[in-house]
RNA sequence: GGCGCCUUCGUCUAGCCUGGUCCAGGACACCACGCUUUCAAUGUGGUAACACGGGUUCAAAUCCCGUAGGCGCUACCA
């Protein structure tokens, strides 16, 4: 058996985009489960549309998401030469044709077509060029390109493995541009020169792909290349069903770093984005996930991506890391005085189950790490009781904390036990002790158990928040 | 316009190849209940889909034909 390579080829006109990286993801978890290849190759042959930076950007998302590659980059840009020699065999051989069209007469040709009902493409005009022609508008210095002399009867086909057999009538083939006016290749040229060169055994690529790979077929079978497998993937569409874009919110790949997604959590639901293991599982580490991909059952549809279900899958892997970790992730959002980072280790614990994004705890922290809260009084009061009996109770509560040894506060357990007989105690009911407890200590009508908060808390700060609460309460 | 591809709950999907076990299964979201001082986490339950029309068959989400809709391509962009 070969050995499988394949590639990803992103063009630098911008950022990585979501369905780049999924694209990459499938390339790279197809080298990786077959002991295979991955290689990086930019594909920068359009030198007006390159955007300054892009190139680092790509890397820095790869590298930042894990895929690794294991050649390049490698820049179309530093291999003219080569898609040079390849065209003059093409051209030698009677399979390409220089074409002397002007971009007005091929506007009209396009309109003509497009009037009649008829497919757009070029008319092969310049095919009928003698050799005698063509030589002398090239001494004469007139522009030209060079096309691809696509067989005008049969058709051509080829099984992808996605899609299955699709064909193509050679008729409706474009004769596509191999070579620039100005000598550079078009990504036809480059790209099938190069996964050849590369000795590609996988095109994994998206399905925007498909209708130009005849072109490619018949451009393998004149130079009389081997094929490799064509593999197209479904697109990653908005919620309102067009191509991913802008306007969606978060596409860039690393605008998910700094929102605080685990970049695990976001390929695991990107590789589910148009690929099923067919078993009942949701959460697949990357080695199992490398494991268990296969090409084959990778869907025809194309899908939506839904921030939802990431948010939860992202909430899912924040559960389930260890503390350290999540606290050293913390950092890459805020930075924590030395005399707080034990408080706050606690209050994150407290808030790990409930974060959905790391980047929530910059709020926590913001929150917790003050002198005293800033809260409406009002909240204080349960629904079933009133201001006036909240004072009463929340002055109970400060009496009997102040007889609490700080040993007790270690454990919320036993603050529980506490409670319970003080409320016992008091004829008073949970709620209207609890509840003004809690909001006192963490400043907030939604929050984790009072208890363990009082005991991340200690017993004098703890004491603080109540004692401000209830001046708060007073004051109205 | 031409060419190609696609179509199962709101969303991601299983089932389709090899018709019956599917009055269609799971997950997210949503709703209800349980736990509970609130929220979250968690447990239980619920609402919700085979695009449409024909055909084949004892039987169709599954096979065939057609229709509609969506998407992609249609550049000397990739």
Known sequence: MKKVVVRFAPSPTGFLHIGGLRTALFNWLWARKNKGKFILRIEDTDQGRLVEGAVDNIKEALQWYGLDFDEGPILQSERLELYKKYADELLEKGSAYQCFCSAERLAEVRKVQEVNKQATKYDGLCRSLSKEDVTQKIKAGDSHVLRLKVPQDGSTSFDDLVYGKITVANANIDDQVLLKSDGWPTYHLANVVDDHDMAVTHVIRAEEWLPSTPKH???????????????????????????????????????????????????????????????????????????????????????????????????????????????????????????????????????????????????????????????????????????????????????????????????????????????????????????????????????????????????????QHLEEGLKKLQKG
Do not use: C
């Open 217 to 463: 077929i018949i451009l393998y079978q004149m130079m009389d290349w081997p094929l490799p497998v064509f593999s197209h993937l479904p697109m990653v569409l908005g919620p309102d069903k067009t191509k991913l874009s802008k306007r969606h919110g978060a596409v860039a790949a690393l605008e998910y770093k700094k929102l605080g997604y685990l970049p695990e959590a976001v390929l695991n639901f990107i590789a589910l984005l148009g690929w099923n293991p067919k078993i009942e599982k949701e959460i697949f580490s990357i080695k199992e996930l490398i494991s268990e991909f296969d090409l084959s059952k990778v869907n025809k549809a194309s899908a939506i991506f839904n921030i939802e279900k990431l948010d939860w899958m992202n909430g899912q892997y924040i559960k389930n890391l260890e503390l350290d970790q999540l606290l050293n992730m913390s950092k890459n959002f805020l930075e924590i005085k030395k005399e707080d980072k034990l408080f706050f280790s606690k209050v994150v614990r407290l808030h790990q189950d409930r974060l959905k994004k790391i980047k929530e705890i910059v709020e926590i922290a913001n929150h917790y790490l003050v002198a005293s809260y800033k809260y409406d009084p009002k909240i204080l009061v349960p629904k079933s009781g009133s201001p006036e009996e909240t004072i009463i109770i929340l002055g109970l509560i400060i009496t009997k904390l102040k007889t609490v040894d700080q040993k007790d506060f270690d454990q919320d357990d036993r603050l529980k036990n506490i409670f319970e007989e003080f409320i016992q105690e008091k004829e008073l009911t949970n709620k209207s002790v609890l509840w003004p407890l809690r909001v006192a200590i963490t400043g907030l009508e939604k929050s984790p158990g009072v208890f363990e908060m009082m005991s991340a808390l200690g017993k004098q700060k703890a004491l």
